[in-house]
């Protein structure tokens, strides 16, 4: 999923998704409720009709911002209490009030209140955050029966769990089999990608997915590189959101099919082959590479808007690569490939 922060993928129309193939994108809750507010988007008619966006929808509870905005939350027993980043004002986050807020945004897919614990954490905090997200699991399935798991509009929306457990195996396994004895339509794992090396995050994984039923969709948030998501894939996650693709095409960094290359770099700017000759996206077919340079040296908007397209053609093309493997029975062939075409730190040239 292409994450849209604001109900918008920066950088990338709603034609530029649908041409690469997403169909489902992810929204956040806390930022929509500050602006505009989820009582304007009920009224727009829930937050695809409001933003264009023709296909499936995702919103997150809020719980990342317990963590992403630390030094302006207080954790209690009942919620979050937050201090608006935009002017201060106070919001208490319930379970319920999450509920409401995202049956309002009308979303297909949303997620249960949790909070993500920072890391490191000592496992008595990790155990503390966990407990917590399970009494807000099963009140946000309480408050979705309530209005029989409709949206606003009268549509279905699937709520989804999410284990929880710091990097700590017991609490990970414990936090699986709780959301999976709730029975809802699919599990995420949360609390990752917050700074943890990649085996840790991996074998926290695998202790989740070992529980999980397979049956239903595993969705791993916040993850990431075309690596990390090959190595989730084998480990039985079937669902990612990452800003990378979108933030990092912003900055200048592309993703391709031999690594990443930092489009600022002086080596590029006589360089007149495509980004990726692999690649068959409108950028790499239109565009060489110097002039791309270019466009970033001199600070003009279309330089970050190409490479956003670029690399979300990237991430579409990889999951689609993934998705063919898995059907014809070669996705280990695919990932050890990856692996050596990309498991390096430094840009190719």
């Known amino acids: 999923m292409p994450v849209g922060t604001q109900a918008t993928v920066k950088g ?21 409720h500050l602006r505009p507010g989820e009582d304007l988007i009920a009224r727009m008619g829930g937050i695809g009709r409001f933003a264009g966006w023709p296909g499936a929808l995702l919103t997150d509870s809020g719980g990342y911002q317990v963590y992403s905005l630390a030094k302006l939350r207080r954790v209690e027993k ?19 009030a999450v509920m409401a807020i995202q049956r309002d945004l009308g979303a297909d897919i ?3 209140f949790d909070e993500c614990a920072p890391y490191p954490c000592d496992a008595d905090y990790a ?8 009494r807000w699991a099963e009140r946000c399935a309480t408050a979705h029966a309530a209005v029989s798991g409709r949206a606003k509009g009268g549509w279905s929306q699937a709520l989804f769990g999410i284990a929880q457990g710091a990097v700590y195996r017991g609490l990970r396994e414990e936090s699986a089999r709780f959301v999976t004895s709730l029975d809802l339509p699919g599990y995420a794992i949360g609390g990752l990608a917050v700074g943890e090396d990649r085996e840790t995050r991996n074998a926290c994984v695998e202790w989740c997915t070992a529980i999980l039923p397979p049956n239903k969709p595993r969705y791993l948030m916040g993850v990431g590189t075309p690596l ?17 693709p979108t933030r990092n095409g912003r900055t200048g960094q592309a993703f391709t099919s031999e690594g990443i290359v930092n489009i600022r770099n002086a080596r590029y700017a006589e360089a007149d082959g495509p980004l990726d000759a692999a690649c068959g996206c409108c950028v790499c077919a239109g565009y060489r590479r ?5 466009l970033f040296i001199t600070h003009e908007m279309l330089g970050p808007i190409l490479l956003t397209h ?40």
């Open 290 to 294: 110097a002039y791309l340079r270019h």
């Open 127 to 134: 155990r503390q955050a966990m407990e917590r997200t399970h």
């Open 228 to 244: 990390d998501i090959v190595d989730a894939v084998g480990l039985g996650v079937d669902m990612f959101d990452c800003v990378l």
């Open 78 to 96: 009942d919620g979050i209490r937050f201090q608006s980043h935009l002017d201060g004002s106070e919001r208490f986050f319930t379970p319920e």
């Open 12 to 32: 990338a129309s709603v034609g530029d998704l649908t041409e690469l193939g997403y169909g489902l994108l992810l929204a956040n809750t806390y930022h929509l």
């Open 310 to 349: 670029h690399n979300l053609a990237y991430y579409a093309r990889l999951m689609a690569s993934i998705r063919r493997a898995i059907a014809d029975g070669a996705f280990t062939e695919l990932a050890d490939d990856l692996r050596a075409r990309l498991g390096h730190e430094d840009e190719r040239p």
């Open 110 to 112: 949303v997620m249960a």
